[in-house]
């Protein structure tokens, strides 16, 4: 009886001793992976004060001792990218003075190399005062498909506080967006000539459920002279700051992200297919239709500016017992879905379009050139850019 106890005991041991190494096999392991984030996440946040005047340092330590680490978590974006979504205390509304009905998040952009390229201080007004915090997947579909589940609006800001842009959604779509432009003014009221002062405003632009601009509105905020600050200790422009890419000759980009990069991907969209109503060939007495098949082959996006290119194809139709097959197949036409950014002018244009058919099939090669030209984007200043492939797709007629 003593041996069985003894051994019972060895064994409770020994399983003992197994589970606390696994644990802290295991627990280590995560608590390492955490650490080095939030060692990157501080490293970078210490570059971004660099060059900064003291409040604008003020805010950059705000943000970073209002981060809440346990409720990161990671969204995936293209070209290997990934976003890092960290979301921030409540006390930090009160402190920073922006509005407490809003959810603060700070939201950083993650390369495929692991580095960090940007970081933003996101408010998100939900449409829905209910709702308490940011749909998942949220800024994924807001830089990659254009069309996120959370109603609402979004505010984008530097980690330094100065305001970025705004973002307005509602049932999956852009209903406008809004960047900060400004104007230098030398002759401020109460003010010398020798005093440099900038007046700022937000343009908001509103979207079509095509996502075309039919409305666009300039909104006065305020003045900022040497020293000064505009309302509130965070979201607000200094004196000096960028904001929106304007510049001493009112020349204003719609691109405000300094770091922002112009993404070209190839997709495969099979789109859809349309038939007309049927006809009867006079001389073979066979049915006959015309089909258009719509497909896209090429997404881009900058910022929050999603849109697509795609081909118009049109095809003959004959019925060959139940069955429907090719007689011929027709490139007509080019299309564009989504929202081009106005300060950037892109054209697609069809070099080559190869039409091929067998039986029930139908398959359309095309060669294409895109064609940019950014006069103010940040990280091209004035420049174009001329890009050439190919993409195919195919069909059946049913």
Sequence with gaps: MKKRILLSL????????????????????????NNSTIAKINLWLDRQKQHQPANKI????????????????YERSENGELLLIIPISEKFKSIAGVD????????????????????????YAPGDISITEIPRNSFYDIF??????????????????????????????????????????????????ATQCTAWYLVTDFYDSQGHIVNETWEYLYTTCSGQCGSGKFASFCAGDDGGGGSDNNVNCCISDPNANLSVR???????????LESIDPVTGLHTRKCTHAWYFSALNIMWYAWKYGSIEESDQKKQGTNWVFTSVTHKSM???????????CVC????????????????????????????????QGGSQNVTDHASTQWVAK
Excluded: W
């Design 144 to 193: 990659n498909t254009g069309q996120p589940r959370a109603n609402g609006r979004f505010q984008f800001l530097a980690v330094n506080g100065a305001p970025q842009y705004l973002l307005n959604y509602k049932d999956g779509r852009l209903i406008s967006s809004g960047i900060y432009k400004f104007k230098k003014d030398s002759t401020a009221a109460g003010k010398t000539t």
């Design 266 to 276: 190839q997709v495969s969209d099979p789109g859809t297919d349309e038939c007309g």
């Design 58 to 73: 003020e805010n950059i330590e705000l943000v970073r001792n209002n981060l809440s680490f346990p409720g990161m978590h």
């Design 335 to 345: 299309i564009t879905t989504g929202t081009v950014p106005p300060c950037i002018t």
């Design 100 to 123: 407490n009905n809003s959810i603060p998040c700070f939201t950083l952009f993650i390369d495929r190399y692991g580095n960090i390229s940007n970081g933003n201080v996101v408010l």
């Design 10 to 33: 060895r064994f409770a041991l020994l399983m003992g001793s197994v589970l606390i190494y696994s644990c802290r096999r295991e627990v280590p392991k995560t608590e390492t992976a």
């Design 349 to 380: 244009n069809v070099a080559s379009s190869l039409p091929s058919f067998s039986g029930s099939v139908a398959r359309m090669a095309l060669i294409y050139t895109l064609t940019f030209a950014y006069p103010c984007l940040p990280k091209a």
